[in-house]
């Protein structure tokens, strides 16, 4: 098994499914191909579906003991975020291994889960093992560009499959970051916080660049960016995040403030990214447009901005943005997408913290909140509670957070390894 993972996870990175976005073509279809091939393999009954063939999500059930049990779906995506080759040390889909660690766009970001699920699966399956709960496996295209033509289209038009489910298990949950006297937490992932991509507008008069102009769409959407991205939101810690943050004081034996919550944070070395988002709502200018030659003013200027709110936030946060862009903009939602938050006192959670601890007895597990989203945004819709949970025991040197989207994206493959027998285990309990 912790050989077939790395095999799994090796040539699932060699396939390009690179999601370029809405209205453009991507190489799910191949992905979902083979997942598809390894749970036939298993004896299962997996089928696809998806608006268009090469926007391919897979889903298949695994037949629990006790049909009166509540279902669990397990999902992960098949899609890749793009890449720059001449920013890798390797080819991005080469899948090299270097100083026995996987190099490759979505060795983290989410193809080592992929092969986490399908090489435990294999495992299990082969020694005649039935869960006692029915588990609904879905593979899903198209996470990166926020699931439309992925896991929100599948919920919209396979309601049926999911009938029965209460939770959901998927990405960027159950890694490790190491504290002080060798004491290592673990994250699961129990919230979400929520995704508002927008496009502001500006309209105003074209004219020659040398005249003046008090009617300059250019200047309009400056400024409103300018706004924006100045704009400090005011500290919020959800439980998830005061619980991890109260978790790691009490293991370092400092002091934790709750109004200076960045000191504790920054002791979560490659972590400290991902936590600090959490600590309030955040809006990011990503995209500006506007002009087409120096010496003419535009009459139309636009920027896309990445919103990303609270649970609880999001009429306050959308509010503070009309307000911070002003009369002039106008503001288009290209993806407006809930916050999540799950309880961490259950049976599931349980079940994972008790896998992690059989794979390592020093483990401290405890809920955070993530600062991006994932596809359990779709199956909210369903009322299933999602969580992330995909361990991985990682080295205190590796930045794990800035690998996601990032240049030379790896994941060592003795964390993979340990992630595929702490997610065998976790299986077996359910």
């Not at 397990?74 to 720059?84: E, K, N, T």
């Not at 025991?393 to 595929?420: C, M, T, W, Y």
């Amino acid at each position: 098994m912790e050989e077939k993972v790395v095999e799994i996870c090796r040539e699932l990175i060699q396939i390009d499914s690179r999601n370029w976005g809405l209205g453009e073509s991507s190489g799910e279809r191949a992905a979902a191909d083979y997942v598809f091939e390894k749970l036939t393999q298993m004896g299962l009954s997996p089928f696809r579906v998806g608006p268009s063939p090469d926007r391919t999500s897979v889903l298949c059930e695994v037949v629990g003991k006790n049909p009166d049990a509540e279902k669990i779906v397990l999902h992960a995506h098949l899609d890749v975020v793009p890449f720059d080759e001449s920013e890798w040390l390797y080819h991005p889909l080469s899948a090299e291994v270097v100083d026995d660690v996987i190099y490759g766009r979505g060795a983290v970001d989410m193809k080592n889960g992929v092969a986490m699920i399908l090489a435990a699966l294999a495992e299990l399956i082969k020694n005649n093992w039935q869960p006692n709960n029915s588990l609904l496996l879905a593979f899903f295209a198209d996470e990166e560009a926020g699931g439309i033509l992925g896991s929100h289209w599948v919920v919209d038009n396979q309601r049926d499959f999911f009938e029965g489910a209460k939770f959901a298990v998927g990405e960027v949950g159950g890694f490790s970051t190491s504290l002080a006297g060798g004491v290592r937490l673990y994250l699961i992932e129990t919230a979400q916080k929520g995704i508002a991509w927008m496009k502001l507008n500006a309209k105003g008069t074209a004219g020659h660049g040398s005249m003046i102009n008090n009617d300059n769409a250019v200047t309009e959407i400056a400024s409103a960016v300018s706004r924006i991205s100045s704009h400090k939101f005011p500290l919020t810690l959800h439980e998830s995040v005061l619980t991890l943050l109260e978790e790691t004081a009490l293991i370092t034996k400092t002091d934790f403030d709750p109004k200076d919550p960045e000191k504790t944070a920054d002791l979560l070395i490659g972590l400290s990214k991902i936590v600090k988002a959490t600590f309030r709502d955040t809006a990011n200018p990503t995209m500006l447009s506007g002009g087409y030659k120096a010496n003419v003013i535009p009459s139309e200027a636009s920027a896309v901005i990445d919103g990303r709110f609270l649970p609880g936030n999001q009429n306050d946060f959308i509010s503070t943005i009309k307000s911070l862009a002003g009369e002039k903009i106008d503001i288009e939602f290209q993806n407006l997408d809930v916050a999540l938050s799950a309880p961490f006192d259950e049976v599931i959670v349980n079940s994972m913290i008790e896998a992690i601890s059989a794979e390592d007895p020093a483990a401290r597990v405890v809920p955070y909140m993530l600062s991006g989203g994932t596809d359990a945004k779709a199956l909210s819709k369903l009322n299933i509670a999602g969580y992330g949970f995909m361990p991985l025991q990682l080295p205190n040197d590796l930045d794990f957070a800035s690998l996601f989207h990032g240049k030379n994206e790896r994941v060592p493959i003795s964390s993979l390894q340990f992630g595929v027998r702490t997610f065998k285990r976790f299986l077996a309990s359910l």
